[in-house]
């Protein structure tokens, strides 16, 4: 079965029917034009029929390890408290200026543990002052239904009320979120491919650099 | 020169008390150097291959949110295949200051270095103490461009006056990462100071003796210059004050996120003050580690 896509690209959709009511389950394969499998990418369902009673935000953790974050993509829930170890024998110095949640650690040491509630739904970029290549998202959303595709391109979200949803897909590379509108019901399970077009990834580099020689 | 030493290991003592795990930094490069005689006559214009290995150990410490001090430890090797008197060693202390005028990879960086190295050369007269100073401004244009302007000063205390050197130097560099793989600088300036140069007995005798004009003439007698043997017996060692223009080339693909390799080609145009020219080229392949 085809949907209609937006123009540039394509979405190929295959639904499987599985399970029965209430709770539906969907799951995603997000791949690049040339069919690999995109990781990273989070996929969130928000209702379009009526609301459903406010989920409880968990916990979620991003570790500073090897001078890096991880994980790299955290999708959470609003109101979502993130945790920050420093499991590096180093110094790290956290930062935000994103618009949804700015804030700053600095002085960040070795063993070092802090938190921040993530009370503004949007994407939020994290940061290191000292090592620059350091990056991390945070994907803050207004519903509990989201998931983050695996290596090998998939995400699967099960526990939802059957209804139509919009469906949002983002990820780093991505020039702006790409968003459909789909009938989920409570016997289907459908699988979906979707193609998505990627920009460069254009990270700070990391490898070391030459110095300037003397005379 | 030991109170230099002592001085900058003291200056280090409070980092090294809150020292973490140690950064270690291993490069690795040969050469081919045009000229690396830095003489004006063709037929002395010696050129060779170069072997190059440093370890540098190093330290660092956030001191406020934006400011971080560093301290660490340097040795390296030079082996210069033709001309063995000019191989030496050195091995010596740096500590370094760094003020981030705000957040993120786009926030001008200010860096200040300072160390003292001392040369193990086994041209005896070129033994000694070198200090040296920087003062570098670098901004992230965006995610693929970086420019820099640096200032620095380098003064080499040697046992022979012919090898006591000192200069300042001015110069600028561009980064571009073309890919997450390829990065491409360049970079140029200009050297003012006074620099150590080298004449083969005959063309040294001729300079003397006025056949390069009585400028020449009465400028070298001035100065202490002495038989070295570098490049050849009877060879001539002088410090001149002049001042060179340089700029390089580089691409340095990354092997990984701990190692780059970088081929670099760079060119310096010297003019002495009684106005002897020369050019000197230098083609390198370098190896980086970082752990």
Known sequence: MKLPVPAGFSCLLLFVITGALPAAEVTFTVRDTRGGPIADAVV?????????????????VIAQEDKEYDPYITPVLVGTKVRFPNRDTIQHHIYSLSRPKRFEKPLY?????????????????????????????????????????????RAQLTGFAPGRYRVEIWHPRLAKTEVRELELTAVANPSLAVDLTLRPDRRIRRAPEPRTGGY | MKAAHAFFALLALPLLVHAQSPS???????????????????????????????????????????????????????????HSLNNRTTF??????????????FAPVLQAEAGVTQRFAHAPGDRGTTTEGSLTLAKR?????????????????????????????????????????????????????????????????????????????????????????????GWVTYPVSGHADFWWLELAPALGTRSTLALRYEQADAVNRVGIKYRQERWTVGLLLRL
Not at chain 1, 126 to 141: E, K, T
Not at chain 2, 33 to 51: F, G, T
Request: aromatic share 8%; with cysteine; net charge negative.
């Open chain 2, 141 to 233: 244009l965006n995610p693929a461009w970086r420019v820099s302007v640096t200032t620095d000063w380098s003064g080499h205390a040697a046992r022979s006056p012919a090898f006591d050197v000192h200069h300042r130097r001015l110069h600028g560099a561009v980064t571009w990462d073309i890919t997450d793989r390829w990065q491409a600088a360049a970079g140029g300036g200009r050297l003012d100071g006074v620099f150590a140069a080298n004449a083969s007995w005959p063309v040294w005798g001729a300079a003397l003796g006025g056949a390069l004009g009585p400028a020449v003439q009465e400028y070298y007698n001035s100065i202490p210059w002495r038989i070295t043997d570098l490049y050849g017996p």
């Open chain 2, 92 to 105: 010596g202390p740096r500590v370094s200051a760094q003020h981030k005028f705000g957040l993120g990879p």
């Open chain 2, 24 to 82: 270690l930094r291993l490069q690795a490069a040969a050469g081919w150097a045009e000229n690396l005689s830095r003489s004006v006559i063709p037929a002395d214009q010696k050129a060779s291959a170069l072997y190059e290995v440093a370890v540098a150990t190093g330290w660092s410490r956030q001191l406020s949110g934006s400011v971080q001090a560093g301290a660490g430890l340097e040795a390296g090797a030079l082996v210069v295949d033709r």
């Open chain 1, 109 to 153: 040491a070795s063993g070092a543990e802090e938190s921040v509630v993530f009370d503004q739904p949007g994407v939020v970029v994290l940061g290191c002052n000292i090592h620059d290549w350091m990056i991390a998202y945070v994907v803050v959303l207004p519903t509990p239904h989201f998931a983050k595709t695996d290596s090998a391109g």
């Open chain 1, 44 to 60: 969130s369902l928000h209702p379009l029929g009526p609301t459903p009673a406010p989920a409880v935000p968990g916990e979620a």
